[in-house]
């Protein structure tokens, strides 16, 4: 039973979130391409070809997560989130030149 | 007498022309066994550029013409994590005990497929269709990039690419976790962390993916597979459908689809590789993975998609 509920738990504790990715001036073309990157303390745990004003989708267990993103042509932002258990949550990554 | 040698002849040749060819089956979804153009798709909307399997490995950049396992190009973001993620390069994720993550790549499953990207071909512009994963037992998303709505998603074609929620995309991409007792665990090729890259390539390339899919596939698994001995096995939609199930609004006359399942060749040795018990018997034939609908034969309409997959601990 013990063995049971250690093999289910961590998958029931997981969160969906939510992924957009927005230029927030002018210079960053929307049509550009850009590199993802999602990591907890410093371990990548997912790096992913995304369009700018793109969107994206995970299913991660809680903790806290920094969200990376930067184009070809220097368009970047970094953000920190906390994903709590069993809560989804949807994320805005704005990037700048 | 030369009448009746004529006629007789003629009608051989038609007969042999009419026949079915070796190797096709005519029923839908039949898998092509054979290098035809018509067993390929390859036709004037979606026949692949040109490329050298021979050259790939010897036409880029300035460097000497030497194989080698990378490609002589880097991709710009290439060295952009160096310096933030130690295990930037050579690792697909969060490495653990020889593969992939439990934790970070959670569900009930024992290996995760990363990266499967899909590319479609044969649109015409403005042509819209639904396309939906359907996960099955054991199975389940960890990542999609556009967002996959329940409903999957929804696509025009546009000049630009594949257009999902007014955005243009090269290819859709999605990761899931998965039960690798679904898969066949008798045919494939074993060797250490360059050799087996080399010929998963080599593989795309005989299986027609275009250029700019093999490069995609390039670009990232050059520098993501952990150094060491492995064994690969390849898998197709036959074994995939009962895992990631394709449900498309549109139907294509051609698919391509490919699972890499890499295997550390200790793991198998040692029993610790799940099903994958022993090194692979016999090679793996890359005609397996393409299929030709024959009831969708006037349609242009293909669907490629290549992947990999690791155990996960």
Redesign the interface.
């Known amino acids: 039973m013990k063995a049971i509920l250690l093999?289910?738990t961590?998958?029931f504790l997981?969160s969906a979130s939510?992924l957009k990715i927005k230029a927030k001036n002018f210079d960053c073309k929307?049509?550009e391409?850009g590199?993802?990157?999602v990591?907890?303390n410093?371990?990548?745990?997912?790096?992913?070809?995304?369009?700018l004003?793109?969107?994206?989708?995970?299913?991660?267990?809680k903790g806290q997560y920094e969200i990376?993103y930067?184009t070809?042509s220097g368009c970047s932002a970094t953000l920190n989130h906390t994903l709590q258990a069993n809560k989804d949550s949807d994320i805005t990554i704005e990037v700048k030149q | 007498m030369k009448f009746l040698f004529v006629t007789l002849f003629g009608m051989m040749a038609s007969a042999s022309m009419l026949a079915p060819r070796p190797g096709m089956r005519d029923m839908e979804g039949a898998r092509c066994m054979a290098l035809l153009p018509q067993c390929m798709g390859d036709t004037s909307a979606t026949r692949p550029s040109d490329y050298c399997i021979q050259c790939q490995y010897l036409d880029r950049g300035i460097y000497p013409s030497v194989a080698t396992p990378m490609p002589s190009y880097y991709p710009?973001?290439y060295g952009?994590?160096m310096y933030?993620?130690?295990?930037?390069y050579s690792?697909p994720?969060?490495w653990n005990n020889g593969g992939l993550s439990?934790?970070?790549y959670?569900?009930?499953g024992n290996m995760a497929a990363g990266?499967p990207n899909i590319y479609f071909h044969g649109l015409e512009n403005g042509q819209e269709f639904d396309f939906k994963i359907s996960y099955k037992e054991k199975a389940?998303?960890?990542?999609?990039?556009?967002?996959?709505t329940k409903n999957g998603w929804s696509i025009k074609k546009s000049k630009?690419g594949l257009v999902v929620?007014?955005?243009?995309?090269?290819y859709l991409?999605y990761?899931y976790k998965l039960d690798s007792n679904k898969l066949q665990s008798e045919a494939g090729f074993c060797g250490d962390e360059n050799s087996v890259y080399k010929k998963m390539v080599s593989v795309l390339n005989t299986m027609k993916f275009k250029k700019a899919e093999v490069d995609d596939f390039e670009n990232y698994w050059a520098f993501k597979i952990p150094k060491g001995e492995y064994c690969v096995f390849p898998q197709e939609h036959q074994e995939l459908s009962e895992i990631a199930a394709w449900q498309s609004s549109m139907q294509p006359q051609f698919y391509k689809r490919v699972l890499f399942a890499l295997i550390p060749k200790d793991q198998i040795l040692a029993k610790k590789g799940a099903n994958f018990t022993k090194v692979p018997e016999s090679d793996w034939n890359p005609m397996r993975g393409i299929y030709r609908n024959v009831a969708q034969a006037d349609s242009k309409f293909q669907i490629h998609e290549w992947g990999v997959a690791f155990l996960t601990k």
């Open positions: 093999f289910v961590p998958f997981c939510t929307t049509t391409l590199q993802l990157f990591s907890e410093k371990k990548l745990v997912y790096q992913l070809e995304v369009p004003d793109g969107s994206a989708a995970f299913n991660l267990p990376s930067i070809k | 710009w973001w952009y994590g933030q993620y130690p295990s930037y690792y994720g969060v439990n934790h970070y959670p569900g009930p990266k389940n998303e960890l990542s999609t990039s556009p967002i996959h630009d929620d007014g955005t243009s995309y090269n991409y990761d």
